[in-house]
């Protein structure tokens, strides 16, 4: 008998899963919930513009066009800033805070933030519990951490110290920093944990398609995943992996780009509107050797006119 999947939320990707792209892929798939990309904390309580920039969904209740609840993140490694920040959150309207102790980013982790503080699991435990004493016990909170900085030899104690601060929810991404996005992803790591914690564990690395997901959740001991760079290259990879739907299409996905790309020149970011696309169908191209094609006739193309043009011509592939 296969495993079953229990609960899939979208990761948080800088500079990637923006609102447009989490629009596009809740209203294609069944997700529990979304994470938004970090709002960056260091020694001040960060202005309501920076976290509406970051999450426009606050407006309307934190929730995509679909209905996706949204949790915003922090980074930061200051625990009274990073406390007093869930709260103004809180306050306006995110489903629960998510804290990232896995951002592998050189300039990230030079400022003490992201995957860098792994190796300071009592600091972890410091910016859990102030964040908890801070929002009350009934707010959710969550976090998101590798495996470790360099190894997984302090991944127990990493994990011991986020249970210990009261955290509801934490996602792995079975690979350490130093690992980067290196495949393959040690899932049995997740699995060792799972066994001592009662903390509810998400899986998340490698997993591009339902064979991964399968193999995730039987080496991880864990019916939750959380779905990256996968997600991109796939979209309707959450709903292939719960409800056994079909893999889209590429006659699909090329109407999808379409949408995409008319989505993208109303929004305040259409200036660099030609990047985005191009950034997307380096995922794509992983599944659909369409996207290969298509990246390939609009590579060197920066008017919207002549790209939108290649997206017709590519729909008839």
Not at 191 to 217: L, M, P, Q, S, T
Request: glycine share 6%.
């Amino acid at each position: 008998m296969k495993p079953q999947v229990k609960k899939i939320i979208l990761a948080p990707m800088e500079g990637v899963a923006d609102e447009l792209m989490r629009q596009m892929l809740t209203s294609l798939n069944s997700y529990d919930f979304c994470v938004t990309e970090f709002v960056r904390v260091v020694d001040s309580l960060v202005p309501k513009h920076v976290f509406r920039k970051i999450c426009p969904e606050l407006d309307l209740g934190c929730i995509t066009q679909s209905g996706t609840l949204l949790r915003m993140q922090l980074l930061g490694q200051e625990p009274d800033w990073m406390a007093e920040n869930a709260v103004r959150a809180l306050a306006m309207g995110s489903h629960g805070i998510d804290v990232n102790f896995g951002c592998p980013a050189k300039a990230v982790n030079k400022s003490k933030g992201g995957a860098v503080l792994l190796n300071e699991p009592e600091k972890i435990y410091q910016i859990m519990a102030k964040m908890r004493t801070a929002i009350g016990i009934d707010a959710t909170l969550s976090a998101k951490i590798r495996l470790g900085f360099t190894d997984a030899s302090k991944l127990d104690e990493i994990v011991s110290a986020i249970e210990s601060a009261n955290v509801n929810q934490l996602t792995i991404h079975a690979r350490t920093k130093q690992d980067g996005y290196r495949p393959p992803a040690y899932w049995h790591f997740i699995a060792e944990v799972r066994k001592k914690y009662d903390i509810e564990i998400f899986a998340n690395g490698e997993i591009w398609n339902k064979n991964d997901a399968i193999n995730c959740i039987n080496q991880s001991q864990t019916p939750n995943l959380m779905l990256g760079r996968g997600a991109l290259a796939l979209p309707n990879l959450a709903n292939v992996i719960k409800f056994d739907e079909d893999p889209m299409p590429w006659s699909e996905l090329s109407t999808l780009l379409k949408r995409y790309s008319e989505l993208e020149l109303q929004g305040d970011k259409s200036f660099y509107f030609s990047s985005r696309l191009k950034q997307w169908l380096r995922y794509l191209k992983l599944q659909y050797p369409q996207a290969d094609s298509l990246f390939n006739a609009i590579k060197l193309l920066k008017n919207k006119d002549e790209i939108l043009h290649q997206i017709d011509i590519a729909a008839l592939a």
